[in-house]
């Protein structure tokens, strides 16, 4: 192999990694917005080509407006989520395609209105596609199947002493 032919072949896969490093970063955005509640950020982490299969596919979207709006009115201020994406399996499919595979493991606390001191704890894998547009990356396609959702009643004692969400 030549040198110009390694240099060539480091330089794709420093490419890859770079990849996959900003995919990461852009499905931590995703969450670190959800749980924020941070919906105008959150939107820019989705393609404006975004297709969901939330909810073992029962809740399906096609615009980031869309997407955000449903979340908006499903996560009200009276629940706090802790949505926490674990052992990504990413693989670069093109220069401008790639898809993921996520563990997700989510926690939902509701502290007021009519599901006060319910508790939700799940898992699910999530299986995304990604498209590079403009050199940037966004979700294009996110969906997840659980595994297992419980819910229960918090024992009414335990007191939630920090919520960013609670009005001062």
Same mark, same amino acid.
């Given at each position: 192999?030549?040198?110009?032919?390694?240099?060539?072949?480091?330089?794709?896969?420093?490419?890859?990694?770079?990849?996959?490093?900003?995919?990461?970063?852009?499905?931590?955005?995703?969450?670190?917005?959800?749980?924020?509640? %941070?919906? =105008?950020? @959150?939107?820019? #982490?989705?393609?404006?080509?975004?297709?969901?299969?939330?909810?073992? /596919?029962?809740?399906?979207?096609?615009?980031?407006?869309?997407?955000?709006?449903?979340?908006?009115?499903?996560?009200?201020?009276?629940?706090?989520?802790?949505?926490?994406?674990?052992?990504?399996?990413?693989?670069?499919?093109?220069?401008?395609?790639?898809?993921?595979?996520?563990? %997700?493991? =989510?926690? @939902?606390?509701? #502290?007021?209105?009519?599901?006060?001191?319910?508790?939700?704890?799940? /898992?699910?894998?999530?299986?995304?596609?990604?498209?590079?547009?403009?050199?940037?990356?966004?979700?294009?396609?996110?969906?997840?199947?659980?595994?297992?959702?419980?819910?229960?009643?918090?024992?009414?004692?335990?007191?939630?002493?920090?919520?960013?969400?609670?009005?001062?």
């Amino acid at each position: 192999m030549t040198l110009e032919a390694r240099i060539e072949a480091l330089e794709k896969e420093i490419q890859r990694l770079n990849d996959i490093e900003a995919i990461k970063q852009l499905k931590a955005k995703y969450f670190r917005c959800l749980d924020g509640k %941070l919906w =105008d950020e @959150l939107e820019t #982490t989705l393609s404006p080509n975004i297709e969901t299969s939330y909810s073992d /596919g029962k809740l399906v979207f096609h615009s980031p407006k869309e997407v955000t709006e449903y979340l908006a009115a499903a996560m009200p201020k009276e629940e706090i989520s802790m949505h926490m994406g674990h052992t990504p399996e990413i693989t670069i499919d093109s220069e401008n395609t790639a898809t993921g595979r996520w563990y %997700l493991e =989510d926690n @939902l606390i509701f #502290t007021d209105g009519k599901y006060k001191n319910v508790g939700i704890n799940g /898992g699910a894998f999530y299986t995304d596609k990604y498209e590079k547009i403009d050199g940037q990356w966004y979700i294009k396609e996110t969906g997840y199947v659980r595994i297992f959702e419980e819910h229960f009643m918090r024992d009414p004692k335990i007191h939630i002493t920090s919520n960013m969400h609670k009005e001062k």
